[in-house]
């Protein structure tokens, strides 16, 4: 298995870059936050969204280097990114994210608050400093789908009559707008057609659409360790990701165990049992190719680099985590 | 004592446009903001931010009528300014405000949370659509100054050594940038001059700060039923305002009291009474006086209409509530 890091390659050194600005941006103002960007720009994250920005920049700016605005491009989606994680586990009550104290649980509920609206609206400052209204109207749709998606969850908890296409749906405004949206404004600021910046949004609603799947697999996969929260986390708090939604139409006492919100005690083992026996993991699977392989199509009207492959390969990646 | 809402007389009919548009815009995407919506943009408001950005649409406009990109502003300042207060109350755990509960005790932390994101980032989306890069940049502004503003009074709890200067620096933050940049943006929509525009944010920083400070004296002056809750509340949770800041200069046991941060008995009582007896809220009222008066002056250049007499009452009635 390719460790994610390494199909950075042609995009490390902007990555770094990239790291040292996130920290001195959001820090400069106040010591506290200073203290929470060190602890959120710091050694964790992954930063898959902004080297993805990177290398569609790399990829569509062949002859010439990539722009300040590029940069400044791929910080906004690392903010916002990261600004969405910090309320999320507000409002979770997470105490751990990849392994790592939040915000929330090391700072307490006010300064968690404050600090996401602090990143959500330098965010918004930083894009209208782009000085490109288009660009600032896709990652402003971003910041409304990320609210949306979060509250849509929140109202579908427990639903059991949810379909693949709200799911996918919400997975979108969660996960997938803000690929989706930033890998298109990064084309429109190397000055790409129109049809291009279709085939980058796409690419990106796509890929964004194969990651979220193949992590709401991981919630029955994967190991406590590997996750850093218990397994089947998202199926007890309700959140009916896409192999239970494949397996309800297998098991039926699934949904009588749902919709009793697991009340009875071993009730979430069952449904846990009920779901490995099924075949909607391996469905959830499929359904992950499926998006994968529509991101590389779209990406492959790109001429051809080392960046555009690393592109290709980052869907590849995504999928190869599962097998 | 003139009643707020006959100031805004020229523009009555604009007003109640808004509160429509208003519960629609933020309502329609999700049932819950629906409810929130009509909780927050119901009967309670004042709606003086929309008020003051439609009447200088009104006084810069005065052959034709306002456009609906006014409008569209006018309902983005008061979705930042509902924004911004249900975080608030997330953040210091209020109850209720204006006699009303707050969203976080109606609908929960979460919603809450939520609401305020959502309704930043469709006032982000909004501006983005009104295609003037300048009066989203001027926007962008103050929804970052909402954040800083509130992260810099929760480091300045009980810090005695803050100065006036400090205090009307988060002032500005938290209540004048959002007038001052939003009249401003008012007059750029209407294409008035650069130094038009210096004066229309010179009158709203002003009369934003100059409404900052009346509202911080009412925190000594007031009755609980006015105020709609305990009087010294500020003191008590170490905000220190105009009054108490002038105050410590007269009489230095209140920053022993303040210092130990009224953790024996009698303590708040005790410097209530201190501040009562200093010259603090005399002089607390000629600043507001002293801004109030140049927000007047700087309205002055607009040639004279309905509205921009009702701009100029607006000043003198912020500080007729004094008296």
Redesign the interface.
């Known amino acids: 298995m390719t460790p994610a890091t390494s199909l950075f390659t042609p995009v490390e050194a902007d990555l770094r870059i990239l790291a040292d600005n996130l920290k001195q941006l959001v820090g400069n103002?106040?010591?506290?936050?200073y203290a929470a960007a060190e602890h959120l720009f710091g050694a964790g994250g992954k930063r898959i969204r902004p080297a993805i920005v990177l290398l569609i920049a790399r990829a569509t700016m062949l002859e010439q280097d990539i722009t300040s605005r590029h940069r400044r491009l791929a910080e906004i989606t690392e903010m916002i990114h990261t600004a969405s994680l910090v309320?999320d586990d507000?409002?979770d009550e997470s105490q751990m994210r990849r392994g790592v104290s939040t915000v929330h649980s090391l700072f307490g509920?006010?300064?968690a608050?404050?600090a996401?609206?602090?990143l959500?609206?330098?965010s918004?400052?930083y894009?209208?400093?782009l000085?490109n209204?288009e660009v600032?109207?896709l990652l402003?749709?971003v910041?409304?789908d990320?609210?949306?998606g979060?509250?849509?969850q929140?109202?579908n908890r427990f639903d059991t009559n949810i379909s693949i296409e709200t799911y996918l749906n919400k997975s979108y405004y969660k996960t997938a707008s803000l690929i989706a949206n930033s890998s298109k404004a990064a084309g429109i600021l190397s000055d790409v057609s129109p049809e291009t910046a279709e085939h980058l949004y796409n690419y990106g609603r796509h890929l964004g659409l194969a990651f979220q799947i193949v992590d709401d697999i991981f919630d029955f996969t994967s190991s406590v360790e590997t996750l850093g929260k218990p397994v089947g986390s998202d199926l007890k708090s309700g959140n009916l990701t896409a192999p239970v939604l494949f397996a309800l139409a297998e098991k039926p006492y699934l949904e009588v165990l749902i919709e009793r919100e697991f009340a009875q005690e071993g009730d979430l083992e069952q449904a846990l049992r009920l779901i490995q026996e099924s075949q909607g993991i391996q469905q959830a699977r499929e359904l992950a190719d499926h998006h994968a392989k529509l991101a590389t199509e779209h990406i492959a009207v790109l001429p051809p680099s080392e960046s555009r492959q690393a592109l290709i390969n980052m869907a590849n990646y995504v999928l190869s985590r599962l097998y």
């Open positions: 103002r106040h010591p506290i936050l309320h507000v409002v509920n006010r300064i608050v404050l996401g609206d602090f959500f609206a330098q918004s400052w894009l209208a400093n000085d209204l600032v109207k402003s749709e910041i409304m990320l609210a949306a979060e509250i849509q929140g109202l």
